[in-house]
């Protein structure tokens, strides 16, 4: 595998710290999804959607890898388990329709992810959606008047935020369950999720 990864000449075209972190992988391992972690948030980063598929398939080539990863097994919840999880007082919220970095799309383009996206949700599940996070947590000014504009109350983004955004919206920090919850790396601490919490910037409630 490490071979066929240094020798790929498809890979040169990615950018240099893809390439990085990709030789890095390519050393060998055994390797956790921790170790992945660098790689994927560099890949979001500095890669569009169409360069990130394409790396995707890349890598898949020249590992041998098949497509599904996984025959007969489901990553998502399906819609019966959102009305499931609602109806026992979790709150529902929009996390977009195609998961696309909303910075980089065209203004028109993120409007209609922000609206279908809540129309979507509110239609199958019968529930208020007041709440969106943004796609890696990346945003700026207009994608906050737009998300107020669209209904939302709360949006979440990457620091720094300030305690309201545009027409009243309150802009909150996402702690991801991937940043240290997990205290083996394989369950849930309660522990680890409050001091996250703690330490979140001022002004920012859980």
């Known amino acids: 595998m490490s071979r066929s990864l240094r020798n790929e000449l498809t890979f040169r075209a990615y950018p240099s710290p893809v390439r990085h972190e990709l030789r890095r992988l390519a050393r060998g391992g055994p390797y ?14 500095l890669c569009d959607e169409e360069v990130i598929e394409d790396l995707v398939q890349a890598l898949t080539r020249t590992v041998g890898l098949r497509r599904p990863l996984c025959q007969n097994r489901r ?3 399906d819609w019966d388990q959102v009305r499931a999880m609602a109806a026992a007082g979790l709150e529902i919220g929009s996390h977009g329709c195609s998961h696309r970095i909303m910075t980089r799309l065209p203004a028109e383009a993120a409007k209609e992810e922000l609206v279908r996206s809540k129309a979507e ?3 199958r599940v019968g529930v208020n959606v007041e709440h969106f996070a943004f796609p890696n947590d990346a945003a700026n000014g207009a994608l906050v008047t737009a998300a107020a504009t669209a209904g939302y109350r709360t949006a979440c983004l990457a620091e720094p935020v300030t305690r ?7 802009l909150l920090r996402r702690v991801g369950m991937h940043e240290e919850i997990c205290g083996d790396g394989r369950s849930f601490n309660e522990g680890l999720l409050r001091y996250w919490l703690f330490r979140a910037p001022d002004g920012v409630p859980a």
Do not use: M
């Not at 956790?32 to 980063?45: C, Q």
């Open 32 to 45: 956790g999804a921790h170790d992945l972690h660098p790689l994927i948030e560099t890949v979001k980063a």
């Open 75 to 77: 990553f998502f919840l």
């Open 121 to 123: 949700i509110e239609h």
């Open 164 to 170: 309201r955004g545009a027409l009243g919206i309150r």
